[in-house]
């Protein structure tokens, strides 16, 4: 699985986003180490408060599976690049501080970086 790949199917997810009330569709593909391929959407709720990213939903269903240990994670929004917000940065740590963060405007035109390097002295216990 490819960058490229991985992006698509971050896209592909996208198109079940539920996010009425930004109108901001995010989708998120995280390749776990077993090689399967979680996707998750962002899912809005009318609390505001209680909504939650897409990477985070891509992360739970994971998760709840058994996975463990991932390799990289492809977002994408409908507004171009799409970095992790800062709750989902800590959350993610949790599990995979190397984790590989791809996103961009589009398949071809991708950024990565390291969840390191977007979490600088990220939290641990
Ligand atoms: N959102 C994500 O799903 N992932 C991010 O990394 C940034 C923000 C969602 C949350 C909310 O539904 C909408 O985008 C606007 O913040």
């Known amino acids: ?3 490229k790949e991985l992006f698509l ?9 539920y996010a ?9 593909a ?10 998750g959407v962002n899912v809005e709720n009318s609390s505001l408060g209680g909504t939650i990213c897409a990477e985070r939903t891509a992360f739970t269903k ?3 599976e058994g996975e463990r240990e991932f390799d990289a994670i492809a ?4 507004g171009g690049e799409a970095w992790p917000c800062g709750i989902c940065r800590q ?3 949790e599990f995979a501080p190397d984790l590989i963060v791809i996103t961009g405007d589009d398949e071809e035109h991708l950024d990565k970086m390291t969840l390191r390097e977007l979490l600088p002295h990220g939290f641990k216990l």
């Open 30 to 39: 995280l390749l776990a180490k077993s090689g399967t391929v979680y996707t």
């Open 20 to 28: 009425p009330f930004s109108n901001f569709n995010v989708g998120a």
């Open 75 to 78: 977002i994408s929004g409908n």
């Open 91 to 93: 959350f993610m740590y």
């Open 62 to 64: 994971a998760i709840s």
């Open 9 to 17: 199917k971050s896209r592909e997810a996208a198109k079940n986003s």
């Open 1 to 3: 699985m490819n960058d």
